[in-house]
């Protein structure tokens, strides 16, 4: 299906469209309590003056590898990406302009945290942190891995850490709609503003667990001992802290690419609603952006090596396990 910019939709497609994502649940693999975390997404919402997408809801997956092919291959579609995208200074601005993090975020929102894989990294997070005392999502962005860290241990004071507002805004959204769901007594939590550069001055302290998924590989590459160190005097003896980030041994873009369509369509059949500009600008920013990691994605013997300079023990690793086999997970301890 070519689509062109047509942006009324009829009832009969309304209700098509219902009774497919109805269908979709109904066979979707999603943690318990996805509803819960999540609300009723609908995909981001973003879009931008196009003459091949009109903001249609994908469904098929055969729909979703054509419109990645499209955006990431030069012509028409890629174009338009990169038009809009420079606007805002492109991906170069992605740390500093707050317009374009908003962007990145709501799609990251709408997509990512439905995927299986996603969910697959909170299940193993969970089974390893206490179900007591502070927890830190370090890098937490919108607050998914932190809602359902609080969902499936009501006694952890969790708290989202991030320098993006719009990020927070969404993350306390979630754990607001957690703490309503658990009821009384009132569930800890919340969210704290911060360049995870700057860890000086963080209220929080005295941290029982912590928690960053695919978060070190955007901190500077000479800065990122020097963060770790901070980090660990700021957990007790013994906490556990779950690192996720690409290894650098084996990631490739094609084997990016495959991960990225593949997110989007497990995010589907867990009921994720995107729309056709959020499979296009999604796929090609998180392509993109990855992409500009080679190097320096740490391998997995040298992100060991990394924790262990700044005082950390390592208690489990798990290379390729992760996420189509992308990542390094480790388990330390502070």
Same mark, same amino acid.
């Given at each position: 299906m070519w689509c062109?910019?047509?942006?009324?939709?009829?009832? $009969?497609?309304?209700?098509?469209?219902?009774? $497919?994502?109805?269908?979709? %649940?109904?066979?979707? +693999?999603?943690?318990?309590?996805?509803? $819960?975390?999540?609300?009723?997404?609908?995909?981001?919402?973003?879009?931008?003056?196009?003459?091949?997408l009109c903001g249609a809801i994908v469904t098929e997956e055969s729909e979703i590898h054509r419109i990645a092919g499209l955006s990431l291959v030069p012509g028409p579609l890629n174009s338009e990406i990169q038009t809009f995208l420079s606007s805002m200074g492109g991906l170069?601005?992605? %740390? +500093?302009?707050?317009?374009? #993090? =908003?962007?990145?975020?709501?799609?990251? =929102?709408?997509? @990512?945290? *439905?995927? &299986?894989?996603?969910?697959?990294?909170?299940? *193993?997070?969970?089974?390893?942190?206490?179900? @007591?005392?502070?927890?830190?999502?370090?890098?937490?962005? @919108?607050? &998914?891995?932190?809602? #359902?860290l609080l969902l499936r241990g009501r006694n952890r004071h969790v708290y989202t850490v991030d320098m993006s507002p719009a990020g927070l805004a969404l993350a306390h959204e979630k754990l607001e709609r957690v703490a309503g769901f658990l009821g009384e007594p009132a569930a800890v939590y919340g969210t704290h503003e911060l360049n995870l550069l700057n860890l000086r001055g963080i209220e929080l302290s005295d941290l029982s667990g912590a928690v960053m998924n695919n978060v070190l590989y955007n901190l500077p590459f000479d800065a990122q001992l020097e963060v770790m160190k901070k980090l660990r005097a700021m957990m007790r003896s013994g906490a556990p802290l779950i690192v996720a980030d690409p290894n650098g041994d084996v990631v490739t873009r094609e084997l990016l690419q495959q991960a990225a369509k593949n997110i989007a369509i497990g995010a589907i059949k867990n009921g994720a609603m995107p729309s056709d500009f959020d499979i296009a600008l999604g796929i090609y920013i998180n392509i993109e952006i990855l992409r500009g990691g080679i &190097? &320096? *994605? %740490?391998?997995?013997?040298?992100?060991?090596?990394?924790?262990?300079?700044?005082?950390? @023990? $390592?208690?489990?690793r798990f290379v390729n396990s992760f996420y189509f086999g992308l990542l390094t997970v480790l388990v330390l301890e502070a």
């Amino acid at each position: 299906m070519w689509c062109v910019a047509m942006r009324n939709e009829s009832l $009969v497609k309304l209700i098509g469209l219902i009774a $497919v994502a109805g269908a979709i %649940r109904l066979w979707a +693999t999603s943690l318990p309590g996805c509803d $819960v975390v999540m609300g009723q997404s609908a995909g981001s919402g973003l879009s931008w003056e196009s003459s091949i997408l009109c903001g249609a809801i994908v469904t098929e997956e055969s729909e979703i590898h054509r419109i990645a092919g499209l955006s990431l291959v030069p012509g028409p579609l890629n174009s338009e990406i990169q038009t809009f995208l420079s606007s805002m200074g492109g991906l170069k601005a992605l %740390r +500093t302009n707050p317009k374009l #993090w =908003d962007i990145y975020l709501r799609l990251y =929102d709408g997509i @990512t945290p *439905f995927s &299986p894989q996603y969910q697959e990294l909170i299940r *193993f997070a969970d089974a390893n942190l206490p179900q @007591t005392g502070k927890i830190a999502d370090l890098g937490g962005g @919108t607050g &998914p891995f932190s809602a #359902w860290l609080l969902l499936r241990g009501r006694n952890r004071h969790v708290y989202t850490v991030d320098m993006s507002p719009a990020g927070l805004a969404l993350a306390h959204e979630k754990l607001e709609r957690v703490a309503g769901f658990l009821g009384e007594p009132a569930a800890v939590y919340g969210t704290h503003e911060l360049n995870l550069l700057n860890l000086r001055g963080i209220e929080l302290s005295d941290l029982s667990g912590a928690v960053m998924n695919n978060v070190l590989y955007n901190l500077p590459f000479d800065a990122q001992l020097e963060v770790m160190k901070k980090l660990r005097a700021m957990m007790r003896s013994g906490a556990p802290l779950i690192v996720a980030d690409p290894n650098g041994d084996v990631v490739t873009r094609e084997l990016l690419q495959q991960a990225a369509k593949n997110i989007a369509i497990g995010a589907i059949k867990n009921g994720a609603m995107p729309s056709d500009f959020d499979i296009a600008l999604g796929i090609y920013i998180n392509i993109e952006i990855l992409r500009g990691g080679i &190097p &320096p *994605f %740490r391998g997995a013997v040298e992100l060991e090596e990394l924790f262990r300079a700044a005082g950390f @023990t $390592v208690k489990k690793r798990f290379v390729n396990s992760f996420y189509f086999g992308l990542l390094t997970v480790l388990v330390l301890e502070a």
